[in-house]
């Protein structure tokens, strides 16, 4: 079983920058592309942005393109999102999560394997 811890979130205000982390433990980090998810209170847990094995393709939700940026780094078994300009509609809990699959559309939801517990990210206007 893979384990996947999320840090990094908070309490900014708009137009400000965090950065979140996943750990992951379990597993080959390497093996597994990563995505990262978020959730606002009564509503669907939505796709933000995924990255492929080796970092080559990287896929963003049309909201936070060119906002967001996501990376990993293998030899740390980490994926980090970098979150610039947020906006009160980014407010959200934060997941990230591994699929075992390497095929098929990196932002379907359905396709991840394992999840982490999720970190708050809030933004005050």
């Known amino acids: 079983q893979v384990q996947l811890v999320e840090s990094g979130g908070g309490l900014v205000q708009a137009g400000g920058s965090l950065r979140l982390s996943c750990a992951a433990s379990?597993?080959?980090?390497?093996?597994?592309?990563m995505g990262w998810f978020r959730q606002a209170p009564g509503k669907e847990r939505d796709f933000v942005s995924a990255?492929?094995?080796?970092?080559?393709?990287?896929d963003y939700s049309d909201s936070v393109k060119g906002r967001f940026t996501i990376s990993r780094d293998n030899a740390k078994n980490t994926v980090y999102l970098q979150m610039n300009s947020l906006k009160p509609e980014d407010t959200a809990v934060y997941y990230c999560?591994?699929?075992?699959?390497?095929?098929?559309?990196?932002?379907?939801?359905?396709?991840?394997?394992?999840w982490g517990q999720g970190t708050q990210v809030t933004v005050s206007s």
């Open positions: 999560a591994a699929r075992i699959r390497s095929t098929g559309l990196l932002r379907a939801t359905i396709s991840y394997d394992y």
């Open positions: 379990g597993g080959t980090f390497s093996t597994y592309h």
């Open positions: 990255i492929s094995r080796s970092g080559i393709i990287r």
